[in-house]
């Protein structure tokens, strides 16, 4: 009787963890495609066009193609849990992010042999240019008091247009195969670069919450600004510092998106990955309304969305009815991985088990 009673109190317990809900949902998404498809989870070493052997498979794909989602679900998780809001315009901000990469490597001519300036600079003019469009959001949000969603749907609104106009609506392609490394392969490496970037980029985001109080105070103001303000804390600055940390987490995103494919089509790049980027941090079990977090259910929720994507796919869902199935999901596991009900399911057990407690007592 112990031993059972040991085992609900354990399983009651993981069911209070922040990341039970996004662990569960990976869980079944493994469950579901080996009963489904074993062979799903398949990984061989192939040859690339350019003749390196890669590695290939559904899970490396799951790894690559969440590497954005990743990297943005990292800012907005910050942005999230100060501001109480969310950043909508990470899409727009994407495609700002690249087309200024772009400019900057085919100069004035559209698809030119040579690149007209070295990688590095163009990436580091991008993470200064969203940096900027990320104080723009910050200082909207944190001092001028609107509200996130709405001060961020200027840029959602603009933002494609002003990444065609920097290229004056042309389509730039970057002819050197030397661009294309970092959204696909490294000669001679068989994993996907833009895996590499989604580690170091989780990497430096642990590490800075372990060193330093960005967490802390992010944390702080999002749960009551007024009292950390009392305490020391600038509510305002803090919003604003992590807008613009978002920035640079959109300018890599960026960097990934235009170098997969080494051009840009305005309208289509990074196309609803906001939305994404807010529900991975929602399947993490962060509270929308901001406060606490953790940064480990907002990745950990990219890449289930990205599984479920790719799952999706794999039974041949059209793409067209893609986001319908994807929405219906999510919805799901959003509800259930909500503060509100994780408090009326908790209660619910309670319950049950004094009633259980009294009736054996009674007995």
């Not at 498809?37 to 799951?62: E, R």
């Not at 590497?67 to 942005?79: C, D, K, Q």
């Not at 002819?175 to 294309?180: A, R």
């Not at 960097?255 to 980027?277: C, L, P, Q």
């Amino acid at each position: 009787m112990s031993s059972n009673k040991s085992i609900k109190e354990i399983a009651l317990s993981l069911t209070r963890k922040q990341l039970f809900i996004p662990i569960v949902a990976l869980l079944l998404l493994i469950i579901f495609n080996l009963i489904g498809d074993p062979t799903f989870f398949k990984i061989s070493l192939v040859t690339n066009s350019n003749g390196d052997a890669v590695l290939s498979g559904n899970i490396i794909s799951i790894l690559d193609n969440a590497s954005e989602l990743v990297i943005l679900a990292l800012g907005m998780t910050l942005v999230t849990a100060a501001s109480g809001g969310q950043d909508i315009s990470v899409g727009a901000g994407i495609a700002i992010a690249g087309s200024v990469i772009l400019r900057l490597i085919c100069g004035e001519t559209a698809a030119p042999e040579e690149m007209q300036n070295p990688i590095i600079l163009a990436v580091f003019v991008a993470i200064v240019v969203m940096m900027f469009f990320g104080a723009f959001n910050g200082i909207l949000v944190a001092y001028f008091k609107i509200q996130p969603m709405v001060a961020t749907l200027i840029l959602f609104t603009a933002g494609r247009s002003i990444a065609a106009w920097i290229n004056h609506n042309t389509l730039p392609y970057v002819n050197d195969p030397s661009f294309g490394y970092f959204g696909t392969f490294l000669p001679g490496c068989p994993v996907p670069t833009p895996i590499f970037f989604a580690i170091i980029c989780i990497v430096i985001f642990v590490l800075v919450l372990k060193f330093t109080t960005l967490g802390l105070y992010a944390q702080s103001v999002g749960i009551n600004a007024s009292s950390s303000k009392l305490n020391g804390i600038n509510p305002e600055f803090i919003k604003f510092i992590t807008y613009v940390i978002l920035g640079v987490c959109v300018a890599i995103a960026g960097f990934i998106k235009v170098s997969r494919i080494s051009t840009i089509t305005y309208s289509v790049i990074a196309k609803d990955i906001e939305m994404d980027a807010i529900l991975a941090v929602a399947l993490g079990g962060n509270a929308l309304s901001g406060g606490k977090f953790n940064i480990w259910g907002s990745v950990i929720g990219a890449y289930v969305i990205q599984f479920l994507t790719t799952t999706l796919f794999k039974y041949n869902v059209s793409s067209a009815a893609l986001p319908a199935y994807k929405a219906v999901v999510v919805i799901i596991l959003v509800i259930l991985s909500a503060p509100v009900v994780r408090e009326k399911m908790e209660k619910i057990a309670n319950a049950r088990a004094a009633k259980a407690a009294a009736a054996k007592g009674g007995n």
